[in-house]
């Protein structure tokens, strides 16, 4: 058995995975338990739940299943790692323990009558936290729960309230300690990224006591040791699931452009500044412990985190970078959140097949997808449009027009990043990256090469690599599918021409 191992964990919408892995990022074993998120209609809203005794208990028995299977070489665990949902929190009761709400999935927008009678506007609240207004976010969800929780009042009286990312109730769960990190902080719309904490402003507009809210520690502070019979397993790393998913190979690529296309497609890149363009987010990616800000010099051997063993130094990547690293973030909504409402339309289940013959036909005439599902999102960021379709269009002419409403957003939003330096190779993961002329059909809209690796556990892993410090051992020779871009005038064509159609839906 290798001399160190790595214990992570990533709770997810549908299911909570547990894997240990080698510290050159083979992963050993992975256990996985269900946890549903259900949907159920309120009146007006929809509300969007998980359960967090489902959860708790889930993760509880993989960590098990990962303990009964290594025996006696659990000792090797040497750091454990967790991600999550980040805009997902609960009520629970800080005294004992006891969750007194579901969990409200970050896809849950019941607060939105709150933050729509507030003065917040986007301006101020991306100043503040780099993101927007958004009933996505936690602190109108959380505003929600006081004003209509019984449970959580009362635990508010007796001062022993919890509303937080379900981070927290799990590291109380397994530490005995209830903290969370930045990227899960930031995800409530109260945490503040420039001063990297709680904003006392926005408490004060959402009416949030700051006594509720757990602490914040850094990407790789001290989160409290995992008890596993006669073990202690010291956490130390907490990251949100996309940001950890761009650690999988290591230390993240700034001239990389990330993008994940699944529920929706979320595309990121690497930065050390917070200036990012109008209409991208700005999310923290790695804020390390006790950091001053200063650059690390090629030269010196020196690893994020404190009074670790040699097996975790920090590789040297790049020549001199700033060690907090952000990310700069888009989201495009209507990917397979958009699957009902095209089955709708279509008449089709919408399979595998379905797409990649809807991706091999060449329209002879318009065809185009004006895609809000779910709202629009960067870099238009409007909830108040209807998804349109250009003309009247048969079934897999319609899936054409949505797919490459798709892949022409990811586009805008990889030319935006792109003022920070032309990217020189996008990373794509996700459902929808298995089809492969979705992938060539970015590739010849963007101009960059796009990689697909066959690594499905990409958060996973991430979120190893960051508890065991991004070791230099850690595996980047992925075996990768790579499509090159082609000159494609036609799909060029039907690219410039949606950007005229999106301005004109969008003008006033």
């Not at 919408?350 to 809000?372: Q, R």
């Not at 108040?384 to 957003?409: G, N, R, T």
Request: hydrophobic share 40%; glycine share 6%; with cysteine.
């Amino acid at each position: 058995m290798t001399k160190s191992l790595v214990l992570a964990i990533d709770q997810g919408g549908q299911s909570s995975r547990v894997a240990v892995y080698t510290l050159n990022g083979e992963q050993l074993h992975c256990f996985s338990a269900p946890c549903a998120t259900s949907h159920k209609r309120v009146s007006e809203f929809e509300y969007i739940e998980q359960d967090p005794v489902v959860i708790l208990s889930g993760i509880k028995n993989c960590i098990e299943k990962i303990h009964h299977v290594l025996g006696d070489d659990t000792k090797h665990i040497t750091a454990a790692g967790f991600a999550g949902q980040g805009s997902s929190l609960l009520c629970w009761d800080t005294k004992t323990g006891e969750a007194l709400s579901p969990v409200l999935s970050w896809q849950d927008v019941r607060g939105h009558l709150f933050l729509e009678s507030i003065p917040l506007a986007n301006e101020q609240a991306r100043e503040l936290t780099g993101l927007r207004v958004s009933p996505h976010y936690g602190a109108s969800k959380m505003r929600w729960c006081l004003d209509n929780n019984c449970q959580a009042q009362d635990a508010l009286k007796n001062n022993s309230l919890s509303i937080s990312p379900i981070v927290s109730y799990i590291f109380w769960h397994l530490t005995g300690k209830s903290c969370v990190d930045p990227g899960h902080a930031q995800r409530t719309l109260l945490w503040n990224l420039k001063s990297s904490n709680w904003d006392e402003q926005l408490l004060g507009l959402f009416k949030i006591p700051r006594n509720i809210l757990p602490e914040c520690k850094s990407h790789n502070g001290n989160f409290g040791n995992l008890r596993l019979s006669a073990y202690q397993i010291p956490f130390k790393a907490s990251a949100r699931d996309q940001g950890a998913s761009l650690f999988c190979r290591g230390l993240p690529d700034q001239s990389v452009c990330y993008v994940n296309i699944g529920t929706g497609a979320f595309i990121q890149r690497v930065a050390s500044t917070l200036d990012a363009p109008e209409g991208l987010l700005v999310s923290p990616l790695w804020l390390p412990e006790n950091d001053s800000h200063e650059t690390i010099e090629l030269s010196s051997p020196t690893c994020y985190a404190a009074e670790l063993a040699d097996d975790f130094k920090l590789p040297h990547l790049l020549n001199t970078r700033e060690k907090s690293l952000y990310a700069w973030e888009a989201t495009a909504n209507g990917a397979a959140s958009a699957i009902a409402f095209m089955q709708e339309q279509t008449g089709l289940k919408i399979t595998p097949d379905d797409i990649n013959n809807a991706l091999n036909i060449e329209p002879a005439h318009d065809c185009f997808f004006l895609n809000a599902i779910g709202g629009l999102g960067a870099p238009y960021w409007r909830t108040d449009l209807a998804s349109v379709f250009s003309d009247i269009l048969v079934p897999h002419e319609k899936i054409l027009a949505w797919l490459e409403s798709i892949i022409f957003q990811v586009s805008v939003n990889v030319d935006l990043m792109n003022q920070m330096g032309s990217a020189q190779k996008i990373y794509i993961s996700g459902g929808f990256s298995n089809a492969n002329v979705l992938c060539q059909k970015i590739a010849d809209v963007t101009q960059i090469p796009v990689h697909r690796s066959e690594n499905a556990d990409a958060t996973l892993q991430g979120i190893a690599c960051m508890a065991a410090c991004i070791p230099a051992s850690w595996k980047s020779d992925l075996k990768e599918d790579i499509f090159k871009p082609c000159l494609n005038l036609h799909l060029r064509s039907r690219f410039e021409h949606w950007k005229q159609l999106m301005e004109a839906w969008l003008a006033p």
